[in-house]
């Protein structure tokens, strides 16, 4: 059973849409359930002014995208990277354990964008992705050796 903001959310998505030349996008999939979220991000200053997403997926998925963006407007760069899955959930006042991964997808999704963003920037990305570019065996280090 979904709760009434899981609903609302569902029915009444805030922030679809695209942001053209948008300072960060992120895109992550789930190959399992076939759940694509697409967060466009215009940043100032250190700090999220807009945020939009356009999902493909369940109504959770489209829920969780919908709280994610409305999470992570108007919050520093920093504090969006430490909004959890967990975080969405809550402030949907929770999910059925089946759709749980979609709220994983939400957060995957702000990490991607603003992943996006520090490398349009130059700066360092290994705080988030956990990679150092010590091997040429991970995809971020594949990226940064391409440029």
Excluded at 25 to 50: L, Q, R, S, W
Excluded at 55 to 73: P, R, W
Excluded at 93 to 100: E, F, Q, S, V, Y
Excluded at 115 to 123: A, H, P, Q, T
Aim: with cysteine; charged share 25%.
């Amino acid at each position: 059973m979904y709760s009434e903001k899981v609903m609302d959310h569902f029915a009444n998505p805030r922030n679809v849409g695209e942001i053209e030349n948008a300072d960060a996008v992120g895109e992550v999939g789930n190959a399992k359930c076939g759940d694509i979220m697409k967060i466009y991000m215009d940043i100032e200053d250190g700090v999220i002014k807009d945020v939009k997403f356009k999902t493909f997926g369940c109504g959770a998925a489209i829920a969780t995208s919908s709280m994610a963006t409305e999470l992570v407007k108007g919050k520093k760069v920093d504090e969006a990277l430490e909004i959890t899955n967990k975080a969405v959930i809550d402030a949907l006042d929770g999910l059925p354990p089946a759709k749980i991964h979609c709220s994983v997808l939400a957060e995957e999704a702000i990490k991607a964008a603003i992943i996006d963003y520090y490398k349009k920037n130059g700066l360092d990305t290994s705080a988030i992705t956990g990679c150092t570019g010590c091997c040429s065996g991970c995809h971020s280090c594949s990226e940064s050796e391409e440029k």
